[in-house]
């Protein structure tokens, strides 16, 4: 039990006795002061529970995790892998009674930190925040493009207005109210969107950390239990801001001088026109993975490679003023081709859409390449047998070893 920012010992609390816990048991959720530590040690039933210290519990203390069944208020002590639902006593007779491969829980979580579903789950917590932080770095992008469109337009009126007499004065002043209401009111619907990215990014930010944590000093009903409610919560996220991202959308300031502005004429009535056009943002949320179970899934393979049709969905000219051998290419977690030329101490970048983007210089003639993680990539050299380790991002080495002369055909990746 929690008092403040002191954790009574469960055992002694239930001796009307208050004693300061020392450390925490993950599987009973309760305190635990020095003596009933060893006493919990000893007992046949909790020996082999996981003990971990009072300041490493503060850092799972506010991670959600319910085992208690929605329905029935049971433990949640089964799984039904055939329908993949976790299950309390009551709901096993009550509605899997027929499934044949109910389990115990302890016996699919046992490697739940190892399992797919939680490296999956890391990878969505990890890919949705670029994602956020992509989504922001855009609209900060368009808001900076906004002003730098509004700060254009102001110089065109006042280079327009040394030509022009004091008439136009008050039309001027019509107009630049114009620019800033209409400016306002387009950076009001970026903000709003920012703030909620930003609120967004902060809350994954938490979670990462205390997913990180839930590895780290959950037990392994609550690491399993916790990757698939932390996973549906992603999913939730991302619908959110994918439904909101869709219906956004990017504003361009213009202006349409007056025909008759460099007339001087006493007819003219107003400076210019602002307009604001809305387009829809050119830009794509990448789904992540979600919800995968923490099983094995036997996945059905085509019967004959006949049965595969390959079709052709874009083809384009590599451009290089070198001669030109490609060993290898990749495609990049931004969809771009990484192309290894074994003609040349360079990697050629391409967009998806068949535009040379840059050559990219490395330490000799590539051998191979291939991508390590969302963030690395690997390239081998096979004249000085020779790997490096580099972020696909800015292309820094981040680590390099050899091998020995008669390992150089394994390079080839």
């Known amino acids: ?14 001796d009307d006795v208050t004693k300061d816990a020392g450390r925490w048991c993950t599987n009973c959720e309760e305190g635990l002061c020095e003596d009933c530590e060893n006493v919990h040690r000893k ?4 020996r082999n529970h996981r003990v971990i210290s009072i300041e490493d519990y503060r850092k799972i203390e506010h991670v959600s995790i319910s085992q208690v069944c929605e329905h029935h208020g049971e433990n949640l002590e089964w799984l039904c892998k055939s329908h993949d639902e976790v299950l309390c006593v009551v709901c096993v007779p009550s509605k899997h009674n027929a499934c044949s491969d109910v389990i115990p829980i302890s016996v699919n979580s046992a490697d739940s930190r190892q399992s797919t579903a939680f490296s999956d789950l890391e ?32 110089t065109m009126f006042h280079e327009t207005r040394t030509n022009i007499n004091s008439h136009l004065d008050k039309l001027q002043e019509k107009l630049l109210y114009e620019l800033r209401s209409s400016s306002d009111t387009c950076k009001s619907k970026y903000i709003k969107l920012l703030q909620k990215l930003k609120s967004t990014e902060e809350m994954l930010t938490k979670v990462r950390e205390q997913t990180t944590h839930m590895k ?14 932390v996973s549906r ?31 001087l004429s006493n007819d003219v009535e107003e400076f210019g026109k602002i307009m604001v056009s809305e387009s829809a943002t050119n830009f794509d949320l990448r789904a992540q993975k979600f919800d995968q179970a923490q099983m094995k899934i036997n996945v059905q393979r085509s ?15 590599i451009k290089s003023k070198n001669e030109i051998s490609v060993i290898g290419y990749i495609i990049l977690p931004n969809r ?4 290894a030329n074994k003609k040349d101490n360079h990697l050629i970048e391409y967009s998806d859409t068949g535009e040379h983007i840059r050559d990219i210089p490395v330490s000799s003639k590539p051998y191979g390449i291939a991508v390590i993680d969302p963030d690395r990539i690997v390239v ?25 002369k008669n390992h150089y055909k394994s390079l080839k990746v």
Do not use: W
């Open 233 to 263: 919560q992603i999913v939730r996220e991302v619908e959110s801001i994918k439904s909101e991202f869709d219906a956004t959308k990017d504003y361009e300031l213009k202006v349409s001088m007056h025909s008759l502005i460099t007339k």
């Open 1 to 14: 039990m929690a008092t403040g920012n002191h954790i009574s010992c469960g055992p002694c609390m239930f």
């Open 303 to 317: 019967r004959s490679i006949s049965d595969i049709q390959l079709q052709l969905i874009r083809s384009f000219q």
């Open 43 to 46: 007992g046949k039933t909790t």
């Open 380 to 404: 081998t050299y096979e004249e000085y047998s020779y790997i490096e380790i580099m972020n696909y991002e800015n292309f820094n080495v981040q680590k390099n070893f050899r091998l020995p």
């Open 216 to 229: 780290q000093f959950s037990s392994d009903i609550q690491v399993f239990l916790g990757t698939r409610q």
């Open 123 to 154: 990878e969505t917590i990890n890919g949705t925040l670029r994602n956020v932080k992509q989504c922001i770095k855009n609209r900060e992008s368009a808001s900076n493009e906004l002003e730098k469109q509004e700060l254009e337009i102001k």
């Open 336 to 339: 771009n081709l990484l192309i």
